[in-house]
C-alpha cells in the first residue's frame, strides 16, 4: 500500500510539474499582449480616414480642426500623410510621414516643404497633445518600444514601453492598459523624463467595419497643463489602393488630395 500510494505521489508530482511548465511556456510576455494588439486594431495594409480634432484648455474649446489621414503600409515601413482640411486658417497644412525617421511639414503660408527635425518632433503638432511622435499611438504602433507585461488583473494587461533610443526618448515610460475580452488598450499613461505623470491617452467605443475594428473616439489629457484634445473619427476605409504618388511632397503641398 505504501509503494503503491508513494507510486501514484510521484505521478502526481511530475503531472504537477509538466503542467507547470505549460502554463509557463504559455504565459504572455509584454511583447506577445503589443502584437495581439497590433494584430486586432492595426493589421490593415492602407486605410483612408477623416477625423474631427478639438483642444481644449481647461474647459474651453480652443480649436476645431478636420484632416485627413491616410495610411499604407509596405513590409515593416508604415507610411502616412495627414491634410488639414478646415478651417480656413489650417486649410492645406498637411504631415508626410515616410517612415524609418523621414518626416515633413507642409505650411501653405510659406509655401515650402521643410523636413521636420529628431529634436521637434518632441514637440505639440499644431498646438494638440499630441506629439509628431506620439501620432503612432493612434495606429497602435508601438515598434519603436521594448514593451514588458508589469501587471495583469482578471480583466487586464499592464505593459510597460521605453523608447529603444534612450537619448532620444520622449517619455521615461509609457504604461498600456489592455482589455483581455477584446484586446482592446484602453488606456495609455505618458511619463515624462522626470518620471512624473505627463499625459493620459483613453480610447472609447470601439467598432466594427468590416474585418476590423476601430475606436470612435480618442482623448489626449495633459495632466500638467490642463489641456485635453479630443478626436473623433469617421468611418474609415481600409485596404484601399493608395498609389505611392500619394506619399511624397508634391502631393505635400496640394490643398486638396485625390486619392
Known amino acids: 500500500m505504501r509503494r503503491a500510494w508513494g507510486s501514484r505521489m510521484t505521478i502526481l508530482l511530475v503531472v504537477i510539474m509538466v503542467l507547470s511548465m505549460s502554463l509557463s511556456a504559455m504565459a504572455m510576455t509584454g511583447q506577445d499582449v503589443v502584437d495581439r494588439v497590433k494584430d486586432e486594431y492595426g493589421d490593415f495594409q492602407s486605410q483612408v480616414v477623416t477625423m474631427h480634432i478639438k483642444t481644449y484648455d481647461g474647459k474651453s474649446l480652443v480649436t476645431d480642426r478636420e484632416v485627413i489621414l491616410l495610411t499604407r503600409k509596405s513590409g ?37 516643404v521643410r523636413r521636420i527635425a529628431g529634436s521637434a518632433k518632441h514637440g505639440s503638432f499644431m498646438g494638440t497633445d499630441f506629439t509628431y511622435n506620439d501620432l503612432s499611438f493612434v495606429n497602435y504602433d508601438t515598434s519603436d518600444y521594448g514593451a514588458e507585461l508589469v501587471g495583469e ?36 499613461v505618458f511619463y515624462n523624463t522626470e518620471g512624473k505623470l505627463q499625459k493620459e491617452l483613453t480610447a472609447f467605443d470601439v467598432t466594427t467595419y468590416g474585418k476590423y475594428k476601430y475606436p470612435k473616439k480618442l482623448e489626449m489629457v495633459d495632466v500638467l497643463a490642463n489641456h485635453r484634445t479630443e478626436i473623433l473619427i469617421g468611418e474609415p476605409e481600409f485596404d484601399r489602393e493608395l498609389d505611392d504618388d500619394i506619399f511624397t511632397t508634391r502631393t505635400l503641398q496640394r490643398r486638396r488630395i485625390r486619392y
Open 76 to 112: 515593416d515601413v508604415e507610411t502616412s500623410l495627414v491634410k488639414f482640411l478646415a478651417p480656413k486658417d489650417v486649410e492645406g497644412v498637411g504631415l508626410l510621414d515616410q517612415g524609418e525617421d523621414v518626416m515633413y511639414m507642409y505650411l501653405p503660408e510659406f509655401n515650402k
Open 153 to 188: 488583473t482578471a480583466d487586464a494587461y499592464e505593459v510597460e514601453l521605453r523608447d529603444k533610443d534612450e537619448k532620444d526618448a520622449s517619455y521615461e515610460k509609457v504604461l498600456m492598459t489592455v482589455r483581455k475580452s477584446d484586446w482592446f488598450p484602453v488606456k495609455v
